[in-house]
């Protein structure tokens, strides 16, 4: 064995956990699942462009693929108009690629467990459910069936979350007699446990905030906001008890994205990739807001929604967040309506803030330090 090979599930450890920093400080993920052979990294390619492996057998994805989106934001663009910076910068979100998971999984069937560890490091999760009939392309639980299909996506996370709970409460339980602060959080766990045992998510859970925040650095799967998207290719309704989803096409997706700006418009082809985008942005609770660099570059940033001006400030820089002093701040609509940044302040349209400043989405904010 040469010595690159004997390395090689150190280096790709390494880097795995790198990514894992690096999203944790720079962005949110979003963690593309569901069964083998249902067209997540399809949909991964239509996203990022990225040339990653397809194919019509199950388990072609093994190690996860990573990749940044731009955030699609026509108010980035109407700032950029009247501010005219030398650089436009959207926000990014970043999707993974992941392995697919079959019954047993948390067991360790198919690929095993090393996915659940993957869906763990992302923030929220998007579930590609397959909906469209091809013969050649094997489905790996039979006949096409979504309901069924995300009734066991379900049971692995859920069996999982219960596996590491019990684990949890096991090791717990011996302090929890001595210790009231460790007593409380036994008691949530143990309630949650109850909850899982019978078949609920975490977040189908009531929990107070404070329950929340109790249990938030056990990354929980269950508690992750999760977004179904059909991938159809047929025009009929499905039985899918209550939940929502989003529906597409994706291998036309993947197809349409290869295209050009003006191949698109010829064939009046709309990608419906924009409003996936968003939508995902969306359950991962988040805002936007802007900064200009005194007309340099406009740029858009992704904020956890209820955070205060000085986080804020240390998402642009690292910085930024101690040495906080007061930040300028105008909705984006009332900067563009003042056509510039002069104007804007003439006006008194910019307001001075400071550390107990609650970001709100569309602002642009100028930070002071
Ligand atoms: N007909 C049709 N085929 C599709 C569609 N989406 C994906 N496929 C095909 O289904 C096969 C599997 O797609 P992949 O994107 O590799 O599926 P995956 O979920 O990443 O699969 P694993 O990595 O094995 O878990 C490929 O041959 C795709 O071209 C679709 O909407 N319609
Ligand atoms: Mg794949």
Redesign the pocket.
């Known amino acids: 064995m040469d010595v690159i090979e004997a390395i090689s599930p150190l280096l790709y450890q390494l880097e795995f956990q790198m990514k894992i920093l690096y999203h944790t400080y720079m962005s949110f993920s979003v963690g593309i699942v569901?069964l083998?052979?249902?067209?997540?990294?399809?949909l991964f390619k239509a996203l990022t462009k990225k040339k990653i492996d397809?194919?019509?057998y199950?388990?072609?994805?093994i190690r996860p693929n990573f990749g940044q989106v731009q955030v699609p934001d026509q108010r980035l663009e109407k700032i950029a108009e009247i501010i005219k910076p030398e650089k436009i910068t959207p926000t990014v979100i970043e999707f993974v690629?992941i392995?697919?998971l079959v019954k047993g999984s948390h067991k360790g069937e198919g690929l095993g467990n090393q996915f659940l560890a993957q869906i763990r490091n992302c923030d929220a999760i998007l579930e590609?459910v397959r909906a469209?009939e091809?013969p050649r392309?094997e489905h790996v639980a039979g006949l096409i069936n979504p309901e069924r299909d995300i009734e066991i996506v379900k049971t692995e996370l859920l069996m999982k979350d219960l596996e590491i709970l019990e684990n949890i409460l096991l090791k717990m339980e011996k302090n929890a007699k001595r210790d009231k602060k460790i007593l409380k959080r036994f008691e949530i766990l143990k309630k949650i446990k109850d909850n899982l045992a019978r078949g609920r998510s975490i977040s189908e859970i009531d929990l107070t905030n404070e329950e929340k925040s109790e249990i938030e650095e056990y990354q929980f799967l269950t508690l992750k906001p999760i977004l179904y998207l059909l991938?159809t290719?047929k025009k009929q309704k499905y039985s899918t008890s209550g939940f929502e989803y989003l529906e597409m096409?994706?291998?036309e997706e993947e197809e349409i994205s290869e295209l050009s700006e003006s191949e698109r418009k010829e064939l009046s082809l709309k990608p419906q990739l924009d409003q996936l985008i968003l939508s995902c942005y969306n359950i991962l609770d988040l805002i936007t807001f802007f900064t200009v660099a005194g007309g340099k570059e406009t740029r858009a940033w992704t904020l956890k929604k209820g955070l205060k001006a000085p986080q804020a400030g240390g998402v642009v820089h690292s910085d930024f967040e101690e040495k906080f002093i007061k930040a300028e701040v105008i909705p984006w609509q009332k900067l563009v309506e003042a056509s510039s940044w002069v104007i804007a302040r003439e006006r008194g349209w910019i307001k001075i803030v400071g550390k107990d400043y609650l970001v709100e989405d569309g602002d642009v904010i100028e930070f002071k330090i």
């Open positions: 569901g083998p052979n249902v067209g997540k990294s399809t397809i194919a019509p199950p388990f072609t994805t690629d392995a697919g590609v469209f091809a392309i991938n290719n096409n994706l291998k």
